[in-house]
């Protein structure tokens, strides 16, 4: 059955050749037929995958027959395996919500598959420099999906993203070259081997003295993670995603800030399982709670409703990341709550996305104060209302389990936790400023869809209702039984034991929520008032320039060299002690 | 553009030479430097310099977009064939299953040589179609 | 010598990218910071031996031929990259008119209000 895994891989790049012959041929069935279809066969192989990876724990597989050093291997374990399926489901679900909106012609759909190609690569890789090849190839599909409605925002924003994910991407070769020429190979099998049987300090390969040979990893480490982590959306590599995402299709928005931060993220978190320095996992535990609150204050007075989601991307992406830190130094109940809340946010913020694209595509509106007037159909609003409880953290939702899981991490230190909460009400306050597109106006919708006729009463497109619903039941059932549905795929993939799962319905885990929903309702009616609205415009019209998010990325590996360092402990002395 | 007529005359009579070169780079890649990727872009180079110097419509005449389009999917298709087969036929993805010949021979070293071809093409094909699209005069 | 040259294409397309105005040259420099990383690559491959890694002419003393094959991926990605870029740019200069970052923050901005 190891003979399957490339088919993962092959089958999105055999059914984007299929998509441009339809281009060629001007066929565009034939491209979403053969998008569905192969989307379908990953979940079929992933779904016959299981047992598998049951019986055996992981599995590998050396393409070419090479085995490594020489050549390239496969890795799937369980946290492969577990965001092959979440990347496949979303995925699914964003490819039928395109082609209900029928707008986009095979083009697309070879961008897409590609992406999904990409991103199954960078899942599944165990070789650092075929991780930047694929890493890469999503790279230039998201690139050309975001502008692909080429109006004059989307293009700005796809060039912007460019921009900066370019540089981000030579700092991670910087980093390459500097594994390379301290541990001899690229393959992450073999790197963390070499340095756990050398007890974690001195690499085979060395001839510099220990302290500076620790140096250059700690250099190489930070170079890669922000080489990545500018996709995964930190601060304070964040400030490409609210144009991007705000800008891109519908379904293109939703995949990406479903799945491809996720797995970019994913691939950060393997380098440094690989690589083993924990000063910079310990820098995220810091990160994490300061991206989620700035990002839910920017969030809060956008108007744009596709913005404001973009701005909760980040916020969410810091919720995770700061998960990820608190587990520094060998807990793996960090790594648990994070994993949780990545599969959680891919499925509430796709649900998210599409929701509120179906509600744009249909009223034509996407301003939140404009389309408060228009009434969207009423089959919509109970989709987002699953979206929004979940995002807030409300039971019973998916979201609720994850976020007091990731909250529950931090009751050491009260300072990363109350700005934790403080995100979590500024996200419910967000939501709910945010429902006031889903609520019933006065005018009825002017964009007219042949699917869907005015006041609603004729039946929705089965497009948009199959991946709206699938995404919905998803985020209920994660919450409903998140021990099976949650706690069997996490926990097999961090290690931890079974039964370790904490359960998140515990009363005073209740009451907090229902505090935080009542805090939220405050927050949200005292940006209604006028004064508070003139405080947000005035946030809100801050724009960081392209040159200025540049500096901030070379800035950001200074950051994290000099402060993973001095949280590793012992850096300032090597420093000065030539 | 203005044209000249040496410019025309002379990329004229060299452009063959260097599609020559292109195949001969791409066909001994295994053997010395070259490869696919390498003689590929030196069959590109060749379509840009008739696109430069005669115009992109003219060249567009004499190697149809849609000619080229086809070559690139065709290229791209039997490549993942290629690899796929290596599963078929009992070694792994992308394995090698054609004899190894003689080192220093060209018909030697498995598929690489098929491979190299094959990317050759796609490719040539590949910034040859990007040329059309940018140089295009509105 | 090579690490001098490396230095400077790195700090040039550092600059480049930041401090430029004009967005294609924005682009070039991004395509110097690719040439810096091959340099980088190739020049440390070629540390470890002496002769090029060519079977015909034996497998005695070569230099490393991993990052080669390495960059000339990475080659083929900069190129499709730097096409994209341009791309965008042209449609930025046919949509919008100009290819100065400047100009063109402040017609958004505009174009938000």
Known sequence: ?578 | MKESKIVVLVSRKLVPYILLFGLYLISYGHLSPGGGFQGGAVLSSAMLLLCLSRGVAATRRLFRYRAVSAVEITAFALFLAMAAAGTALGVSFLGNFLPLGRIGEVPSSGFILFLNLIIGLEVGAGITLICYSLLQEE | MAGAIILILILTGIAGVVLVDNLIKKVMSLVILNSAIVILFVWSGSLTGSEAPIMLAGARDIVDPLPQAIMLTDIVIGICVTAVALAIVLRIYERWGTVSRRKLEKLMNENDD
């Open chain 1, 1 to 578: 059955m190891t003979e399957a895994l490339p088919l993962l891989i092959l089958l999105p790049f055999a059914a984007s050749v299929l998509c441009l012959l339809a281009r060629l041929l001007r066929r565009l069935l034939l491209a979403q037929v053969v998008a569905v279809l192969s989307l379908g066969g990953i979940l079929l192989i992933l779904g016959l995958l299981l047992p598998v990876l049951h019986s055996q724990g992981g599995l590998t597989y050396s393409m070419g027959g090479w085995p490594e050093p020489l050549g390239i291997a496969l890795n799937f374990d369980t946290l492969a395996w577990s965001s092959s399926v979440m990347g496949t489901v979303v995925g699914l679900c964003a490819l039928l919500f395109a082609i209900g909106e029928r707008k986009y012609d095979s083009d697309f759909y070879f961008f897409f598959l590609l992406l999904v190609a990409g991103m199954e690569g960078v899942i599944l890789t165990g070789d650092l420099f075929n991780m930047f090849v694929f890493i890469e190839i999503v790279s230039i599909s998201s690139y050309i999906l975001i502008a692909y409605s080429l109006s004059r925002d989307s293009l700005w924003a796809c060039l912007r993203y460019l921009l900066l994910s370019s540089l981000s991407i030579f700092l991670f070769l910087l980093g390459l070259f500097l594994v390379y020429r301290i541990m001899g190979t690229f393959s992450l099998r073999l790197i963390t081997a070499s340095l756990s049987s050398a007890g974690g300090t001195v690499p085979p390969a060395a001839s510099d003295s220990a302290s500076g040979t620790a140096k250059a990893l700690g250099l190489a480490v930070a170079a890669l993670t922000v080489g990545i982590g500018l996709k995964a959306a930190f601060v304070p590599l964040h400030t490409w995603l609210p144009d991007a995402h705000a800008a891109a299709p519908h379904p293109v928005s939703a995949l990406l800030s479903g799945v491809m931060i996720k797995v970019s993220f994913l691939a950060v978190w393997r380098i440094l399982a690989a690589l083993g320095t924990t000063g910079l996992q310990a820098l995220f535990r810091w990160i994490g709670p300061l991206t989620a609150l700035l990002a839910v204050g920017l969030a809060l007075c956008q108007t744009d409703s596709k913005r404001l989601l973009a701005f909760h991307s980040v916020s969410q992406m810091g919720l995770i990341t700061a998960a990820f830190g608190a587990a520094a130094g060998g807990g793996s109940a960090g790594l648990s709550a994070s994993l949780a809340h990545i599969l959680s946010h891919s499925l509430f913020k796709s649900l998210l996305f599409l929701s509120v694209g179906a509600a744009i595509h249909l009223t034509g509106e996407r301003d939140l104060q404009r389309s408060s007037a228009i009434s969207t159909p009423p089959w919509l609003m109970p989709f987002f209302l699953v979206g929004a409880l979940s995002i807030s953290g409300l039971p019973p939702f998916n979201g609720f389990v994850s976020k007091t899981l990731v909250v529950s991490l931090f009751k050491s230190s009260p300072l990363l936790a109350t700005a934790l909460r403080l995100a979590a009400v500024g996200t419910a306050a967000s939501m709910i400023k945010l429902s006031g597109m889903f609520r019933r106006g006065r005018m009825e919708p002017l964009a007219a869809d042949e699917a869907v006729v005015g006041s609603g009463r004729s039946a929705p497109s089965p497009f948009f209702l199959i991946p709206l619903s699938l995404l919905a039941l998803l985020c209920l059932a994660g919450g409903i039984a998140p021990r099976f549905l949650i706690g069997s795929l996490v926990v097999s993939a961090t290690g931890e034991p079974s039964g370790g799962f904490p359960s998140a319905y515990t009363a005073e885990h209740l009451i907090e929520s229902g505090i935080y929903a009542a805090l939220a309702a405050g927050v949200y009616l005292l940006i209604r008032t006028h004064r508070a609205s003139r405080v947000l415009k005035r946030i809100r019209d801050l724009r960081l320039s392209l040159d200025g998010s540049l500096v901030l990325i070379v800035a950001a590996v200074v950051l994290f060299v000099v402060l993973g360092g001095i949280l590793r402990g012992g850096f300032p002395s090597a420093l000065f002690s030539r």
